[in-house]
């Protein structure tokens, strides 16, 4: 049985993007992690004409709100090279549990390589309206709050919720009106 995939059919329109790691692991509990995943945001956003209007960052997975020329060549490039820089990470770490389920994983799919570090596809849609945009960044914004990790959700460091309420945050972000 094939597997379902969302398509990206406009690529040129805003999405709403999910990406999680596989097996739901938790790898994003420690900064440098994390940061991997923001420097390549930063890096499309200066190189590869990236809009990126929100995000978040999760222990197990990431949703953002991305537009870009050519948004599914953009999000293959930024799974691509962050799966190999986390992988990397994890081995510098000595990480064994989870390299070991990354490369059990990976049976399943590609056989060109060792470990399948994020979950095939990556549940796009298109955001076609400003009330679409609005509800998606809400989401985006209120996912930490609703899973009880803080209060309210400019407090949750790695998400955009803080550019959204006027204060600094992690990187840069193409802010929606």
Same mark, same amino acid.
């Given at each position: 049985?094939?597997?379902?995939?969302?398509?990206?059919?406009?690529?040129?329109?805003?999405?709403?993007?999910?990406?999680?790691?596989?097996?739901?692991?938790?790898?994003?509990?420690?900064?440098?992690?994390?940061?991997? $995943? +923001?420097?390549?945001?930063?890096?499309? #956003?200066?190189?590869?004409? =990236? /809009?990126?209007?929100?995000?978040?960052?999760?222990?197990?997975?990431?949703?953002?709100?991305?537009?870009?020329?050519?948004?599914?060549?953009?999000?293959?490039?930024?799974?691509?090279?962050?799966?190999?820089?986390?992988?990397? $990470? +994890?081995?510098?770490?000595?990480?064994? #549990?989870?390299?070991?389920? =990354? /490369?059990?994983?990976?049976?399943?799919?590609?056989?060109?390589?060792?470990?399948?570090?994020?979950?095939?596809?990556?549940?796009?849609?298109?955001?076609?309206?400003?009330?679409?945009?609005?509800?998606?960044?809400?989401?985006?914004?209120?996912?930490?709050?609703?899973?009880?990790?803080?209060?309210?959700?400019?407090?949750?460091?790695?998400?955009?919720?803080?550019?959204?309420?006027?204060?600094?945050?992690?990187?840069?972000?193409?802010?929606?009106?």
């Amino acid at each position: 049985m094939g597997r379902s995939r969302y398509v990206i059919l406009e690529p040129d329109k805003p999405h709403f993007l999910t990406c999680t790691v596989v097996e739901s692991l938790s790898v994003f509990t420690r900064p440098d992690s994390v940061q991997i $995943l +923001l420097d390549s945001w930063s890096h499309q #956003r200066a190189n590869d004409g =990236l /809009r990126l209007f929100g995000y978040v960052i999760l222990e197990n997975h990431l949703h953002f709100v991305g537009q870009a020329p050519w948004l599914d060549k953009c999000l293959s490039s930024f799974k691509s090279y962050t799966a190999a820089r986390l992988i990397e $990470l +994890l081995e510098a770490h000595n990480a064994e #549990r989870l390299l070991a389920r =990354l /490369r059990f994983a990976n049976r399943a799919h590609k056989k060109d390589r060792e470990y399948q570090f994020w979950q095939e596809g990556s549940h796009a849609e298109m955001v076609f309206s400003d009330t679409v945009m609005r509800e998606k960044l809400d989401y985006i914004h209120q996912n930490p709050v609703k899973r009880g990790y803080v209060d309210l959700p400019e407090h949750w460091r790695y998400s955009s919720a803080r550019n959204y309420g006027g204060q600094a945050g992690m990187i840069e972000i193409d802010r929606w009106c």
